[in-house]
């Protein structure tokens, strides 16, 4: 998961998630 996709309108609320997190994967 890269933080690009902080940009997007949907990934924007996955961007505070750190990538080592669980939620990160799993919601992409």
Do not use: K, R
């Not at 690009?4 to 919601?27: A, E, M, R």
């Amino acid at each position: 998961v890269s933080l690009d996709t902080c940009s997007s309108g949907v990934h924007s609320i996955t961007c505070g998630v750190p990538q080592g997190s669980i939620l990160g994967p799993v919601l992409f």
